[in-house]
């Protein structure tokens, strides 16, 4: 069955987020770490989100990058790319989300591209091509300060055409709110007059809807979740995609060897949620002192205790620790040094576990998550049901070996029972029963 929607995402959480939306919308999704393999064996699906890592890249890497996506979803039938950006549009003048936008316009053949980080959901909507972040412009929201993309100004169409090749237009509010085919003629028009993309306004929610319908006709479009719930919404109506309930997707069957946690996210919510599991299940704390100063005993002597553990239920293993003492560790190692050590640390163990015979496992933290995926060498996953708002099931594919099923929380996510929920929904019970 070929692929309808084909997504190019220019950082892995924001893959993940919308690899969720999408698959809540019924859409069968799956996503990919990088690009994948010509010859990767995957499962049908719907659409297929290839995570890149591209977002703070030169531009030309990030072209190049998504070049390559977009050559392996063309080749398996893509009618439409959605290059996944940030809703709050991150990216320098010398960014690339113009360039991108522009390289995959020739690619494709569109004549003009659709372009909106909007999801009033989430607080990101826009009005004449201003960008607004809950009720502030872009720059007078936090993101002015950004470590990496600072964003001074709210005016997209200025922002994009100063990284763009082409000229930039508008499809205002009002034009949305007439409907989708208004949206379509006013996208004509813009390309008649020559511009090669468009901002499009989008302040209510079902505005998503109609935008999804006019860009779902069209080979491109760039924007974030928020698009592509549009999207979704767009092609499960017009019978493009059969609507799936994720529900329904079994994808734990048949996956029941061991179960593990493994935390690295110094969040409250994380804290919490292991002092919540110590009362269901043997948690190992680590040292993070010995994570930096002896990595092989530290992390050896965590496997060893869960290899003897791990026949009689789920174990959690947790670099996790408080604020003062992380302030410590890197007073002492530097930020980068402890932070990076750390998540060597608990990718190795990550990987051990797996070695171990671990098929269920849990990962608290973003970049804790990120370093064990890149270590396990994990190429896609089959996103299922939610477990917490914005954390869905995952299943392997693609990789030599069994399955895992994996779910990978980052920081704030999930209620105090995040690990026995995940964990039930993996098919397990822990010991205590909570
Ligand atoms: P979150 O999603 O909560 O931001 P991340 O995994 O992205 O979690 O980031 C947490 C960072 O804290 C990682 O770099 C991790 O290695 C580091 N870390 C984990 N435990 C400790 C600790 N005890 N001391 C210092 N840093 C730690």
């Not at 006709?217 to 719930?229: C, D, K, M, Q, R």
């Not at 060897?257 to 680590?286: D, F, K, Y």
């Not at 005993?297 to 060893?304: D, G, R």
Request: include cysteine; charge should be negative.
């Amino acid at each position: 069955m070929p692929l309808t929607l084909g997504v190019i995402a220019d950082d892995y959480t924001g893959a993940s987020d919308l690899a969720n939306t999408l698959t809540k919308e019924g859409v069968r999704t799956l996503q990919t770490i990088g690009v994948p393999a010509a010859d990767l064996p995957l499962p049908d699906a719907d659409a297929v989100v290839v995570a890149l890592k591209s977002r703070s890249v030169p531009a030309d890497a990030a072209v190049r990058m998504a070049l390559e996506a977009w050559r392996w979803l063309s080749g398996r039938g893509a009618s439409h790319i959605l290059f996944k950006v940030c809703s709050t549009f991150d990216s320098t003048d010398a960014g690339n989300i113009g360039p991108v936008t522009d390289a995959l316009r020739l690619a494709t053949g569109a004549a003009i591209v659709p372009v909106t980080p909007a999801f009033p959901e989430t607080g990101r909507t826009v009005f004449m091509g201003h960008l607004f972040v809950g009720t502030v412009p872009l720059h007078e929201s936090p993101l002015k300060d950004h470590p990496l993309n600072p964003m001074t100004d709210s005016d997209l169409r200025r922002v994009l055409e100063r990284q763009s090749a082409g000229r930039v237009g508008l499809v205002p509010l009002a034009t949305v709110a007439a409907g989708v085919a208004a949206v379509r003629a006013r996208l004509d028009a813009l390309a008649l007059d020559g511009r090669t993309s468009a901002i499009v306004d989008a302040v209510f929610d079902q505005d998503l809807e109609t935008i999804g319908a006019a860009a779902a006709a069209l080979p491109l479009s760039t924007g974030a979740s928020g698009l592509g719930l549009g999207l979704a919404r767009a092609l499960v109506a017009d019978g493009r995609v059969l609507r799936q309930s994720c529900g329904d997707m079994g994808l734990a069957a048949g996956i029941d060897g061991p179960a593990a946690v493994v935390a690295g996210s110094c969040s409250a919510a994380t804290l919490e949620q292991i002092a919540v599991a110590e009362g269901t299940m043997p948690v190992r704390r680590l040292s993070a002192e010995g994570l930096v100063t002896h990595p092989e005993a530290e992390v050896e002597a965590a496997l060893a205790w869960a290899r003897a553990r791990l026949a009689y239920g789920p174990v959690l293993i947790a670099a996790s620790d408080t604020p003062q003492s992380v302030a410590a560790l890197q007073e002492r190692f530097g930020r980068s040094r402890a932070g990076l050590a750390i998540e060597h640390g608990t990718a190795a163990i990550s990987q051990g576990l797996v070695a171990a015979g671990v098929r269920r496992l849990v990962i608290a933290g973003g970049e804790t998550s990120g370093a064990s995926v890149d270590r396990l060498r994990l190429p896609a996953f089959l996103v299922g049901p939610e477990i917490a708002p914005g954390v869905p099931l995952l299943r392997t594919e693609g990789q030599a070996g069994a399955p895992l099923l994996l779910a990978l929380k980052s920081g704030n996510f999930g209620g105090p029972d995040f690990f026995a929920r995940a964990l039930r929904m993996m098919g397990v019970e822990p010991p205590g029963g909570a």
